[in-house]
């Protein structure tokens, strides 16, 4: 199976992604990962890929594209995959339609991990990371005996910049307007199937291939 997965920050993907890619024996890829290879590989894409990034600007969409296209072509990829973080908008959804039938194939379904934006600020902003051994807690899901020190190595828990509310909000924005418009594109190809993403981890994952299932994954 040709999976996507989308959904907002905090909707759980990367767990899911985890899960999902293991029920269905293809491989996880993720668009950091890929990143991450090509740049320490050095690579003729990763050296493109850096100079943007040591320059502080966003990488192209075509550079993006090139590295999923070389990625998709590998051995592991040819009986399927599962796309995380990839596409994240509407013309790099188009990039990947193209890129698929080049190899002869199409995306299966897409996978929207649906959560309200209380509930992702609620998830995100209750994170606190320990100054030492670097393990995240959360205030509600998963607290520490004594608040703000980590029960692990008894460092301080400072909260992230990336997890105060108001940035998690301007997030939730960007995604609204830039990948939230994903759900119509593929709905459009009849291939998007929601799924209910709140509650606990193992509930989610068990709805998610009572779903795949129902696709004949």
């Not at 600007?57 to 993006?64: A, G, I, K, M, S």
């Not at 400072?158 to 105060?164: G, I, V």
Request: net charge negative; charged share 30%.
């Amino acid at each position: 199976m040709r999976l996507v997965l989308v959904g907002p920050p905090g909707a759980g993907k990367g767990t899911q992604a985890e899960f999902i890619a293991a029920h269905l024996a293809v491989p996880k890829i993720s668009t950091g990962d890929i990143f991450r290879a090509n740049v320490s590989q050095g690579t003729p894409l990763g050296v493109e890929a850096r100079r943007y990034m040591d320059a502080g600007q966003l990488v192209p969409d075509e550079v993006t594209i090139n590295m999923v296209r070389e990625r998709l072509a590998e051995p592991d990829a040819a009986d399927g995959f599962l796309l995380d973080g990839f596409p994240r908008t509407v013309p790099q959804a188009n990039a990947l339609d193209k890129l698929l039938a080049d190899l002869g194939t199409a995306l299966d379904l897409v996978m929207e991990l649906v959560v309200d934006d209380d509930e992702v600020i609620r998830r995100l902003s209750g994170r606190r990371t320990c100054r030492g051994c670097g393990k995240i807690w959360h205030v509600e899901f998963d607290p520490t005996s004594r608040e703000g020190v980590c029960d692990r190595c008894g460092g301080q828990l400072f909260q992230r910049d990336d997890d105060k509310a108001e940035t998690i909000a301007k997030r939730l924005e960007e995604y609204a307007e830039k990948t939230a418009p994903l759900v119509d594109y593929y709905g459009a190809q009849n291939k998007l199937v929601g799924i209910d993403a709140t509650g606990p981890v193992e509930d989610v994952t068990v709805r998610a291939i009572d779903a795949l299932r129902s696709y004949g994954g």
